[in-house]
């Protein structure tokens, strides 16, 4: 405790001189005795740099935008990213008053009379870098955020929020307030590629910016404050909640009359997203441009986390998330960025094409004309753990918002987990495949898929044939706390506090898992149980070839290697004698397991060779019951067609064989897995508090049945 007083000590005293710093600089006043504390010199330099910005700027400055390249793993170019506001550019005459006060009203009450920046906001600013460690809240004027969006990078310093009180201040001299809020109202995101009012006003409105409604101008207002949570096309009950609460602030100022508020609350608003205008991207690109902006986020010092202590520090967590996640994806659309990667386009044509291919028959459509029958798919490259081809969906013509299952949707794993949270640990625990156990009926237990019970079996045959029984036993012994372990410090991002009960050794999860989350988990064991993130980014550059981002994607240990290579030989068996034997491929050596949930909703084959580890998931997005589904059919069949194809003219490779466990000491019997993992491969993530009570070993009844 008294260290953690001594360093907010620290920080109070370093913010308090940078401010009388700034309060100095302005006032022209050469502080020697600040000077001399080395924070001095570098705001004097960054106090230049601002004016030297501003007064080589001209109003071309606000309407131009760099175009960000992407490339595949050939270096072939595969996409661009450019905002448009260059062809939406509007004056400051022709924007509506409405327009104008609606913006004031909600970002920034005195516009009209501050210099440019608020005192009072940067101290607030200066609070939350001491009690947060990082500038979390406060301090932005419409000619701050201005200052933010067009002249300066993404590093996250101290120094940046100075130089962007300078730029502010500057600009107030050198433009008029009524220049300085055209360019803003040109230069926002309002998300799904629109820059600036007359754009989004064409996109979700399909008119011109001067037809719209006092409630329509309201509404699109609501969203550049956080683009992803005010997202229309995701998320229209938090777009229309903050619509209100700006007409509400509008009445409160006397900007609109009573009858004009009550008139805006109350119309309905119907988007009319203009198909020429509306920018939607391919699963490539929507995976890509995710993995940037989170590597953007990196870069400025995120810390990203899955699990939290209390419902606050998640709200708190989710809030610094959002804000900086469309503050990266403005950057992202206007900064002129090189994003490499390691997308292999091959592969992803071939990935696309087996579901496409497999799924073909299902033709029914929901009443937003998509199919009702979908699939997801993501590889890995085994040798780098980076995302080479990762489909969402099946290939169809839509408008809007692309739906990337892959790494959007969470679906129950059915099977397919149990040698990630059940079997795994038990080889780690000192199990082997020949380890026999009791296949016979539970009370108040699962059932098996077929039916029947076999008596004594080896592990090995309980994994080759998906045995219930022995799954769910060998997870009462572990405990789900330390199942649930293993998947936590891979980042599956969605373990629940009702997860933690025995039904989780069948998959039987509150939300689930991705497709991303079950190839990275099972690259993890071909890899000798070293996990890596997986991402698609292996670089980013600025348009001057400076590297701004350097993927290291280094791992981490989260199964012994023994036992994950024990692992890798009993999925390979699956493949040769298990559920998976007629799904392997050409004289390729493969290992892999079946996924099936109850009533037939979902489906999962998940395998690998030495080269890519693939996992496919199909089912509809709405989940109900589908005839034939299993892991062995759609998915099993998707997987086979796209790894066959992946395998041409590669040589065959082996697996890394395990040690006898007659010819090494056991592993210890300690089942306290989280004592021994947290410290090295959890990282920043921390585990929900359960306590024994908690622990729930009996789950719905939707979960005893047709787990496969």
Sequence with gaps: ???????????????????????????????????????????????????????????????????????????????????????????????????????????????????????KAIIRAATSII?????????STITQQLSRNIFLSNQVSWERKVEEIFIALEMEKVYSKSDILEFYLNNIYFANGYYGIQAASMGYFSTDVNNLSLSQIAFLTAIPNNPTTYNPLEHMDNTLARRNRILDQMLKEGKISNEDYSDAV??????????????????????????????????????????????????TYQDQYETLYAECQNSLYTSGYRIYTSMDMTLQEQLQTAIDDKLYAFVSVNDDGIYNMQGAATCIDNKTGNVVAIIGGR?????????????????????????????????????????????????DGPKNYSGTY???????????????????????????????????????????????????ALGGFTTGVSSVEMAAAYATLENNGVYRYPTCITKIATADGEIIYQSKNEGKQIYKEN??????????????????????????PTAGKTGTTNDNKDGWFVGFSAYYTTSVWVGCDMPKEVEDLTGTTYPGKIWQEFMENAHKGL????????????????????????????????????????????????????YFEAQQ
């Design 651 to 702: 040589e065959p490779m082996e697996f890394s064989p395990y040690v006898s466990y007659d010819s090494v000491e056991k592993y210890s019997t300690d089942t306290d897995h989280e004592l021994t993992v947290t410290e090295d491969t959890t990282n920043a993530i921390k585990d929900t508090p359960v306590t024994t009570e908690d622990v729930q070993t009996q789950p719905p009844a939707s």
């Design 1 to 119: 405790m008294a260290k953690r007083k001594n360093k907010n000590k620290h920080r109070l005293w370093k913010v308090l001189c940078i401010i009388n710093m700034i309060i100095l600089v302005l006032a022209g006043i050469t502080a020697v005795g600040l000077y001399a504390t080395g924070v001095g010199p570098a705001i004097f330099k960054l106090h230049k740099e601002a004016i030297s910005l501003v007064r080589s700027s001209s109003a071309e400055t606000f309407k131009a935008s760099q175009t960000s390249l992407v490339y595949a793993s050939d270096g072939e170019e595969i996409a661009s990213l450019k905002g448009d506001k260059g062809i939406y550019y509007i004056e400051s005459e022709r924007i509506p008053t409405y327009v104008k006060n609606a913006f004031i009203s909600i970002e920034d009450k005195k516009f009209y009379s501050h210099n440019g920046i608020d005192i």
């Design 563 to 588: 036992a994950a290579k024990v692992m890798t030989d009993v999925l390979k068996s699956v493949m040769t004698d298990g559920t998976g034997r007629k799904l392997g491929i050409s004289q390729t």
């Design 266 to 315: 109350n119309e309905e608003i119907v988007l009319n997203v203009n198909k020429e205008e509306t920018i939607k991207h391919n699963y490539a690109e929507t995976y890509i441009y995710y993995c940037a902006i989170r590597a953007l986020m990196e870069e400025r010092g995120f810390q990203f986390q899955y699990y939290f202590d209390s419902q606050e520090e998640k709200q």
């Design 395 to 443: 290939s169809q013509e839509t408008v809007g918002y692309t739906l990337n299952r892959a790494y959007q949707s969470f679906r129950q794993p059915g099977s397919a987990i149990k040698p990630l949270l059940v079997y795994a640990p038990a080889f780690e625990k000192g199990y082997t495949p020949d380890s026999t156990m009791v296949d016979e009926p539970i009370t």
């Design 454 to 504: 076999t008596g004594v079996v080896s592990l090995r045959y309980a994994v080759m044939k998906s045995i219930n029984t022995i799954a769910w036993q060998l997870l009462e012994e572990i405990t789900p706390s330390v199942g649930l372990s293993y998947l936590k410090a891979m980042n599956f991002a969605k373990i629940e506090k009702d997860d933690y009960r025995t039904a989780i």
């Design 131 to 139: 009690e947060n460690h990082a500038i979390t809240q406060g301090a």
